[in-house]
């Protein structure tokens, strides 16, 4: 099986009980100096500074934002000065995802050393972001609340509650925004709803493994989720009440163990193992899969994967499916309106797609890229996966091409224009 390296490793680290059904199974072991660490170690131990933020949302949710401003050895006082860069994470990740790679190509640590302020977002759902002002989400009654959001809702409340309060702090007008994923989902959701807003705070928008339509898929567990929605909403929310899927104790947890053992959440279960792994994993490090698997998965609503299962099943980039009433009642329309990313005007996006991504299929990637027409600025197809993204061996896509699109489009408010070297 092409995913089975990762995927044996990852088994390796559950629960003897969940792994005595996978007897064939055995622990892989690596010179991993990062297992077990956490962000805040992580980067400290490279020589980093670290401070943890938070911010809320115009729907109330409260969301953790991480800064690396530069050395552990460099005087940090606001405002620095520096180019402000956010990267924002995908599916079942969070802001760990940009420091576990390697420290020498990791993307948080190569943009500090090129002289960028870099903060690291986490959307809501994530382990990080598990809280909200009114709503507590171990409460029962306000639990199904809590869960009710999609991506949409990370493009609409999340990232411009973060951009407002980094610009703030930073007494930037603009920053640079990458990610990866639904990272990237959420930010054509925005700019396509929102866009003077967008355009108005963010000077460029680089998209790793870009996600918007994704009718060609080839992800085992979104195809069977587009499958099978009514019966897999039913089995995790009635049945599990698992509306936290996959979260940070996922492959630790009793209930898994329970929900893996049926027919459906059987399929899920090994699918979701799939996922996480790439297609092929010869192009990522996989010296370091412990220390990734600290990190991940972390956790994300399950309405995520029903809004994505829904894009896959229709073909469109669209507005989540609340079935015809209430899709009339929020939309004007029976059918969720797509999102008008052919409307965006005027906004430099650099597009970084995987050759090997089983998500984001070339073929999808090519239909972004020709909906957003002269917006894009930047088109590269690398051999990378899905996940290769975060930790490939290779990866000049981000320390070459990467940094000379953020260092061409970023921009300083404390000197005339471009980015000034040091
Ligand atoms: C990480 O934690 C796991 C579980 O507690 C433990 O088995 C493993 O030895 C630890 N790894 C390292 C490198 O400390
Ligand atoms: C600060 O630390 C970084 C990384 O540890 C190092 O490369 C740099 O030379 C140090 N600068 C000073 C002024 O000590
Ligand atoms: C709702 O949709 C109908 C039919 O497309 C249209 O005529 C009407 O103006 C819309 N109403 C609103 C409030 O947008
Ligand atoms: C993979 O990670 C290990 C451990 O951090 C590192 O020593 C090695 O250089 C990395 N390999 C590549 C090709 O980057």
Same mark, same amino acid.
């Given at each position: %099986? ?34 077990n ?14 401070e ?16 690396? !401003?530069?050395?552990?050895?460099e ?85 411009p509650?973060e ?26 959701i ?19 493994? !870009? ?5 060609h ?25 698992m509306?936290? %899927? ?24 090994d ?25 991940? !998965?972390?956790?994300s ?9 829904q ?24 059918i ?53 993204f ?33």
């Open positions: %099986m092409k995913f089975l390296t990762l995927t044996i490793a990852l088994l390796g680290y559950v629960s003897a009980n969940f792994l005595s059904s996978y007897p064939h199974f055995f622990i892989k072991s690596s010179a991993d100096d990062d297992a660490k956490s962000l805040k170690e992580i980067v400290k131990e490279n020589g980093f500074a670290i943890q933020h938070t911010v809320t949302t115009a729907d109330g949710y409260i969301l953790t934002l991480f800064r690396v !401003p530069g050395f552990l050895n005087t940090i006082q606001d405002p620095i000065k520096k180019p402000v860069v956010l990267l924002q994470h995908g599916l079942e990740a969070d802001a760990d995802c940009w420091v576990i790679n390697s420290p020498d190509v990791t993307h948080t640590f190569v943009l500090a050393r090129q002289g960028f302020d870099v903060w690291m977002g986490n959307n809501r759902g994530n382990k990080y972001s598990l809280a909200h002002k009114t709503l507590d989400p171990n409460d029962p009654v306000d639990k199904p609340k809590f869960w009710q959001f999609s991506f949409e809702q990370m493009g609409i409340y999340d990232l509650a951009i407002d309060y980094i610009l703030e702090v930073t007494g930037q007008e603009k920053l640079s925004y990458v990610g990866h994923s639904e990272g990237t989902t959420q930010m054509f925005g700019a396509s709803l929102n866009q003077e807003y967008f355009k108005s705070k963010v000077n460029v928008f680089l998209a790793l493994a !870009p996600i918007t339509r994704i009718g898929v080839r992800t085992t567990l979104l195809k069977l989720l587009a499958d099978n929605v009514d019966a897999v909403q039913h089995l995790i929310i009635d049945d599990f009440g509306y936290d %899927m996959f979260g940070p104790d996922w492959l630790r947890d009793q209930v898994t163990a329970a929900f893996c053992d049926t027919k459906l959440g059987s399929l899920i279960c699918a979701f193992l799939e996922m996480i792994g790439d297609m092929d994993v010869s192009v990522d490090n996989l010296s370091r899969v412990k220390t990734y698997l600290t990190h991940v !998965p972390s956790g609503g399950y309405r995520d994967f029903v809004h994505y299962a894009i896959i099943n229709t073909d469109r980039f669209q507005r989540y499916d609340f079935g015809a009433d209430i899709n009339l009642d929020k939309y004007n329309s029976t969720p309106p797509l999102y008008p990313i052919d409307q965006i005007k005027d906004f430099p996006i650099a597009l970084f797609g995987g050759t090997l991504d089983e998500l984001g299929s070339v073929t999808d990637v090519d239909w972004t890229n020709q909906q957003l027409g002269n917006n894009v600025v930047f088109y590269g197809q690398y051999e990378l996966g899905h996940m290769s975060l930790i490939a061996k290779d990866m000049t896509f981000f320390t070459v091409d990467a940094v000379n699109v953020i260092k061409k489009y970023s921009t300083n408010s404390f000197v005339q224009q471009g980015f000034l070297q040091e």
